[in-house]
């Protein structure tokens, strides 16, 4: 064989390799998906949503607490990280604009971002959980918050570094003060960016588990009071899944439907945005 | 522009606020830190640090505790999780990048980042009713009939496969971290100038050795950083090994024995430790974990932040 067709093959050959990783990627993703799907949509009814746990064995249980008390969690978690992402993602990208402590803390906060979530529940275990005697639902949501406040930060940091300088001095040439410029001007360029960081960290910790799992433990009981323990659907399918019941097997794969389903569409919602304003 | 040279006050406050805002990051790593150190200290006072990670004996009855097991658990499945995560990773990357007609791109790479978005514990839930059964059934005894029988390597593969083992558990574990490693090679690829690609097509390379001697030279150091920041994202991961581990204190030669990594440990007995040296214990590999992956973790940024350096010359 002539070197040239040795080169060819080998070319081949490699690409169908990367090809055959592709497809292997796809699989797994179809696998699972599909999985969830078939397992989730046969498990799905009124019930679901409209009754509270059963005893094991009892028919007709549903998982209304999980599904409330995710809602609450999720809700207080954003109501605190996010403003707090958005201004410290200011301080950044405005006022400490190409500063070394806005960098090391930009490198912080990125290290933060992918820092083990169950280091984060020993964490508020510790704060709010130990000192109180109890668990709660603020504990969580604080959790949760923590993981959140790095990931808007760093977007919020991201969008408005790329709204023009020029728009900026345009507004400060009309002699607004720096603060009516940020609010006025900078934060509507980047609204749409940092709309999806929000829906995007919104997305991240709907799904964690981890952290909730020595903060808002669980609660096999309706509850909406933050200030004791409360269920959460990621918690509850850890639990009902290692259990032994069928029942429980169900529930635990509706409740992942259900939670999967809500991610994606956040995250497809969060790329379409960024799509039609970045394009 | 400097902080604390503004006239209007509104304007002053307005800094100050958004300042204790970035602030939270620096109390946040710092809090942990402490929080942490100060919660194992009666553990690190009993066994001492180093001891504690050395020792094999995790027994609440007799209130001995080490860390070696754990620590052991969670390096043998992070190790293989990257064997077979890295190799289809960068396949995938250089299908999307180099080798996708264009209308394919998009879908790919939006399929990719799907199934980064799926949480852990959805990976978890799969892997214990749907991969594990998978696994005891066809995969693992098929191992163990093939690579199995040689020596040394054939270590690895003995014992009864029941699916709940090291093997399953880096296999998801892999599964998660593809995604994460493709999206990041991906993205370095594609800083890769085109022009000095066609360089290469126009002296007669085929399209392999573009890809071998032009882009992934050229990208290296953005694949390192994607490579050491899946390493991170994989000692930390929890949900996604807690069903299929079976959190068993271990060190074992088999690839088919139940073991225990930092994060199972920590997951399943957290919060049934009854004693102070206990849950001080938990704590200090709560302490190990947080510092090995912030080590791991700013590596990895190290290196991003390099290959961003040189693409911006």
């Known amino acids: 064989m002539n070197v040239e067709k040795k080169r060819k093959l080998e070319s081949s050959i490699a690409l169908l390799l990367s090809t055959l990783a592709a497809v292997f990627g796809l699989f797994w993703l179809v696998f699972i998906l599909g999985d969830v799907l078939i397992h989730g949509i046969g498990a799905l009814h009124p019930g679901l949503f409209l009754n509270d746990p059963a005893p094991p064995g009892v028919s007709g249980g549903g998982l209304r607490n999980a599904f409330v008390g995710q809602v609450l969690i999720t809700v207080f978690a954003t109501l605190i990280g996010v403003p707090v992402g958005i201004l410290g993602g200011t301080f950044l990208a405005e006022y400490a604009r190409g500063t070394k402590v806005a960098r090391s803390i930009s490198i912080l906060a990125d290290i933060m971002v992918s820092v083990p979530s169950i280091v984060i529940g020993t964490f508020i275990y510790a704060l709010l959980v130990r000192p109180l005697g109890h668990f709660s639902g603020w504990a969580g949501a604080v959790a949760l918050a923590v993981i959140m406040i790095p990931v808007v930060l760093r977007t919020t940091e991201d969008m408005l570094s790329l709204v023009p300088w020029t728009l900026r001095e345009a507004a400060f040439a009309l002699g607004a003060p720096y603060y009516k410029v940020i609010i006025q001007v900078v934060y509507r360029g980047a609204a749409a960016g940092i709309f999806t960081g929000i829906l995007l960290s919104i997305a991240r910790v709907a799904g964690e588990t981890a952290p909730l799992l020595f903060t808002s433990f669980n609660n096999a009981f309706f509850s909406m009071d933050m200030k004791g323990p409360i269920s959460s659907l990621t918690v509850t399918i850890f639990q009902y899944a290692m259990g032994p019941y069928d029942e429980w097997h169900v529930q635990a794969w509706a409740a992942s439907f259900m939670i999967t389903v809500v991610i994606l569409l956040i995250t497809i919602l969060g790329r379409l945005i960024i799509k039609w304003r970045y394009k | ?313």
Request: net charge neutral; proline share 4%.
């Open chain 2, 1 to 313: 522009m400097p902080i604390l040279k503004r006239k209007n006050p509104v304007d002053f406050s307005f800094s100050l606020v958004t300042a204790l805002a970035a602030l939270t990051i620096l109390f946040l790593v710092g809090g942990i830190f402490i929080v942490l150190l100060r919660e194992s200290s009666l553990a690190i006072g009993k066994f001492g640090l180093f001891d504690f990670l050395l020792s094999t004996e995790w027994n609440p009855v007799n209130n001995e505790f080490g860390a070696a097991t754990a620590v052991y658990g969670t390096f043998v499945t992070t190790c293989i999780a990257l064997i077979i995560a890295i190799p289809v990773a960068i396949g995938i990357a250089v299908f999307v990048t180099e080798i996708a007609p264009d209308f394919l791109k998009g879908p790919i790479g939006i399929a990719i980042e799907l199934l980064a978005a799926i949480p852990s514990i959805i990976y978890g839930m799969w892997g214990l009713f749907t991969l594990a059964p998978l696994m005891a059934r066809y995969v693992e005894p098929a191992l163990q009939k093939s690579v199995g029988k040689l020596p040394v390597v054939g270590a690895l593969f003995q014992g009864t496969p029941m699916g709940i083992d090291l093997f399953t558990a880096s296999v998801i574990l892999s599964i998660m971290i593809i995604p994460f490693t493709a999206s990041i090679s991906r993205d370095s690829f594609n800083l890769t100038p085109g022009i000095v690609k066609e360089s290469a097509y126009a002296v007669g390379a085929t399209k392999w050795e573009v890809i071998k001697d032009v882009v992934l030279p050229y990208s290296k150091l953005g694949v390192f950083g994607g490579i050491a920041l899946s390493l991170g994202r994989a000692l930390g991961e929890t949900m996604a090994v807690a069903f299929v581990l079976g959190n068993n204190h271990q060190i074992t030669s088999s690839l088919f024995d139940a073991a225990a990594t930092i994060t199972v440990t920590l997951a399943n007995e957290f919060t049934e430790a009854d004693t102070d040296m206990y849950l001080s214990s938990l704590f200090n590999l709560a302490l190990v974990l947080f510092a090995l992956s912030f080590v791991v973790l700013a590596i990895a940024k190290f290196f991003l932040l390099k290959a961003e350096r040189r693409y911006s010359r």
